[in-house]
């Protein structure tokens, strides 16, 4: 059982750089039911390094994009299990904690240019559990983005297939919606699957994307392409450390470079 004594500081940290603040606090969480003590203030993700384990698995951009790292908590003596990104929830005393790094989750496949119906009876027969949400909620307090799950399946079921990819918009993936729903949904796959049909057929093409493309299509890159292949190494990061950037607070579509030969 945890107790709540001050504990002496014990460096275990293998691979993590961590150093925690002098006369840090030291606090008791409980990994995969076993207890560990870590400084406070770190992330749950330097938690468990500091606790000694390696990641393999469950671990990617560590700035809460990659959804990798989801994460399950309960604290001692409380019933509610509660849910967040392991890179991005602090530790704090008594938590027990198991990492959800993987969740199977029904990803049929379909082709975008070939629908045998409009997109919302594609949407039916390739994720028909959508259809049966019975609007609990729980995806929407489990989702560690503070996305309303529940309301951009609701927007699928209307056929509000924009609404849909909007609202969905910030879904890191991490599984975590499907893995509470009673009704078996991936809400999060089907969310993939409307934010495709939406950037497909819904959204105005961007007309300076179709250009760029037009322009790799036609080979007008390829001798630049080349002529980087062929050079050094650090000749080609001299050139990416030296290139023009764009001020941080340019007015949006407004900068060009000085040289536009290679646009
Ligand atoms: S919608 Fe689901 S998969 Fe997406 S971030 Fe929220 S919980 Fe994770
Ligand atoms: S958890 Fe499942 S059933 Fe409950 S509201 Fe979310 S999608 Fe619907
Ligand atoms: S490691 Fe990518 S979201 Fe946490």
Not at 138 to 154: F, G, L, Q
Request: with cysteine; charged share 25%; glycine share 8%.
């Amino acid at each position: 059982m945890a107790n709540d004594k001050k504990k002496i500081l014990k460096p275990l940290a293998t691979g993590d750089k961590t150093i925690p603040p002098e006369g840090a606090k030291m606090i008791p969480i409980y990994i995969m039911g076993r207890e560990y003590t870590v400084p406070e203030t770190l992330t749950i993700m330097k938690a468990v390094e500091y606790a000694g384990y390696s990641y393999v698995r469950g671990c990617g951009c560590r700035g809460g994009i990659c959804g990798a790292c989801g994460t399950f908590y309960r604290f001692l003596g409380d019933y509610r299990l509660k849910s967040g990104l392991a890179c991005q929830t602090v530790a704090e005393a008594n938590m027990v904690i198991m990492q959800l790094p993987f969740f199977p989750a029904n990803r049929p496949g379909y082709d975008l240019e070939n629908f045998s119906g409009t997109p919302h009876e594609e949407l039916r027969s390739l994720y028909p559990e959508v259809f049966k949400c019975v609007g609990c909620g729980t995806c929407t307090r489990t989702c560690p983005m503070d996305i309303d799950v529940m309301d951009y399946i609701a927007l699928m079921k209307r056929g509000d297939l924009k609404g849909a990819a909007l609202k969905s918009f910030d879904c890191v993936m991490c599984g975590l919606c499907a893995s509470r729903c009673p009704a078996q949904i991936s809400q999060y796959m089907a969310a993939m699957f409307v934010r495709r049909v939406y950037g497909r057929y819904l959204l105005p093409k961007a007309g300076h994307l179709e250009k760029r493309v037009e322009d790799v299509k036609s080979g007008k890159y390829e001798k630049m392409l080349k002529e980087l292949n062929a050079m050094k190494q650090e000749d080609v990061k001299k050139l990416y450390v030296e290139r023009e950037r764009e001020p941080d607070m340019a007015e949006s579509g407004k900068w060009m470079p000085k040289d536009t030969t290679h646009l």
